[in-house]
């Protein structure tokens, strides 16, 4: 950190990064990183998952950043948003663990030699005194600053050293005489989270707004004159991009009634006005699916981003968030309901292709999807592995010629169910498109569709199907290629993330 960064204050750092300055959001995440790292690595017990989850909690905090009233509270928002992404992730290793048997504390030490027994040692002791050890003698934070960013005073810090020393081992005591940050954050690590000022820039404290004057009164005007707005509530994950997350609104009328809708705008060019079109046509063909109540319309606070529709609230929840919370079994259920969901969506492409809805949707087989990654190029046309994988699978993709299918372009959440599981409803259809049958399924390996991918939810549809992996594999190759493409830095960002998807490659590539 050079000295400029340093005499600057949290409060100024975020003012300049909410002026459009990347450079200002990076110098928070430098001073701030391995405090982050350290609280992961607390509640998480593995530095793979601790890395994923501060890069999580990073991004999380610059696409909220205008969500900061007091700016000079930067440290303790942070530190929230922080614990509450582990959290999350403890949720979903909790289905994971009743899928396939794993210790929930994974030694996170591997440069240590005595990693073994400092794991056992470390595990042993509370939660605050081993946080206290991981910021001060691996993360290589002061007293100072850990009080700070905790949130507590710095004899409380020196206190629970003091206590998680006398509890260590004798044999593990000559490593922390001095603190040596042992960490495994790699140095690099501030400058590998993606900040997406040229996709659609900060969002001051202002500026967003979930239901501005302009929404509430374009809303209002869709009911009886006289309706009021008396409750207005952000949805989905606190660490969700804004604006795109839903709104849900209740509406009271002159009569006394009560109705909840959902501010809807898909983060997808045309996605709204495609569902605007899509969810009527659905409703007709005896698909469950929400009721447009009004749009869509630009909204002119966002007029660089897609349009804004209001929808009834869909019924139900989420197939995979239900199947977390209800275990395995819920999550055998889950994989159910998914393929009879998926089943229910293709059965009505002859109502939607004989529609002039269908002028709306992209129509796209596996090799014009491979021919538009060609067209793109961009870097990754550089990276071996890559075009080798374009070059071999052209051919191939030519050869597949089978009938398009009506595709939500999801797989998962966009199925709904009742508190049994049973299938009630579909969410969303901003993505939707007419695609190559089982090209939607490629995305619970590559976008990690938790809990169903554990539950082995492709390999049971490939079994029902009868499509063998050799058949699946250029869709799998393909969609590796657009992941990579459009999602991934050839060189910078999550390289977890880059890794992953190489290995799908690979593993379609070694299938053909």
């Not at 110098?27 to 793979?48: F, K, T």
């Not at 007091?70 to 942070?78: G, K």
């Not at 995979?320 to 998914?338: L, M, T």
């Amino acid at each position: 950190m050079t000295v400029s960064e340093s005499q600057q204050t949290d409060e100024g750092l975020v003012q300049a990064s909410l002026a459009g300055s990347r450079e200002s959001f990076v110098s928070l995440v430098r001073r701030y990183q391995h405090l982050v790292y350290g609280l992961c690595l607390n509640m998480l017990g593995n530095a793979d998952d601790a890395l994923d989850a501060s890069q999580d909690a990073f991004i999380a905090a610059f696409r909220r950043l205008g969500e900061l009233r007091q700016q000079a509270d930067f440290r303790p928002w942070l530190r929230s948003i922080a614990n509450n992404v582990c959290r999350h992730r403890l949720r979903l290793r909790r289905t994971t663990a009743e899928l396939e048997e794993c210790p929930i504390w994974v030694n996170p030490f591997d440069c240590v030699d005595e990693s073994i027994d400092l794991n056992r040692a470390l595990a042993g002791l509370s939660d605050e005194n081993r946080l206290s050890v991981l910021l001060f003698y691996f993360e290589g934070n002061s007293v100072r600053e850990i009080a700070q960013f905790l949130g507590i005073p710095e004899t409380t810090v020196m206190s629970r050293l003091r206590n998680a020393r006398s509890q260590l081992k004798r044999s593990l005591q000559t490593m922390f005489d001095t603190p040596t940050k042992r960490s495994s954050l790699p140095e690099d690590f501030a400058d590998r989270i993606p900040i997406p000022y040229d996709e659609y820039g900060p969002i001051s404290v202002g500026q967003y707004q979930p239901l501005s004057p302009w929404r509430a009164e374009w809303l209002l005007s869709a009911f009886p004159v006289g309706s009021t707005i008396s409750a207005a509530d952000i949805q989905g994950y606190d660490w969700e991009a804004l604006p795109e997350r839903d709104v849900q609104v209740v509406i009271t009328t002159p009569s006394g009634t009560s109705e909840s809708v959902v501010l809807r705008m898909s983060g997808r060019k045309d996605g709204t006005r495609i569902e605007a079109a899509l969810l009527p046509l659905l409703a007709e063909l005896g698909l469950p699916v929400p009721k447009v109540v009004a749009g869509p319309t630009q909204d002119p606070d966002y007029p660089d981003r897609g349009l804004l529709i209001a929808t009834s609230v869909p019924g139900g929840r989420s197939a995979c968030s239900w199947a977390v919370d209800g275990g395995i079994k819920a999550v055998e259920r889950a994989c159910e309901v998914v393929m009879e969901g998926i089943d229910w969506i293709i059965s009505l492409t002859a109502g939607v292709e004989s529609s002039p809805v269908a002028q709306l949707l992209e129509r796209c087989s596996l090799a014009d999807e491979l021919t538009r990654v060609i067209n793109i190029g961009g870097p990754w046309m550089t990276d071996p592995s890559f075009s080798t994988a374009i070059v071999r699978l052209g051919p191939i993709v030519e050869k597949i010629q089978v009938p398009l299918i009506f595709s939500d372009g999801g797989i998962g959440p966009n199925a709904l169910v009742d508190e049994e599981g049973n299938l009630i409803g579909f969410a969303s259809f901003a993505w939707a498109r007419i695609e190559d049958p089982h090209y939607q399924i490629t995305k619970c390996w590559t976008y990690d569709c938790w809990p169903i991918r554990r539950a082995g939810f492709v390999e049971r549809y490939l079994v029902r199907n009868n499509l063998s992996m050799h058949e699946f594999a250029p869709r799998l190759a393909v969609r590796a290629l657009v992941t990579l493409q459009r999602e991934i830095p050839l060189r910078r960002g999550d390289e977890g993330y880059r890794n992953d998807m190489l290995g799908w490659l690979k593993l379609a590539m070694d299938n053909l």
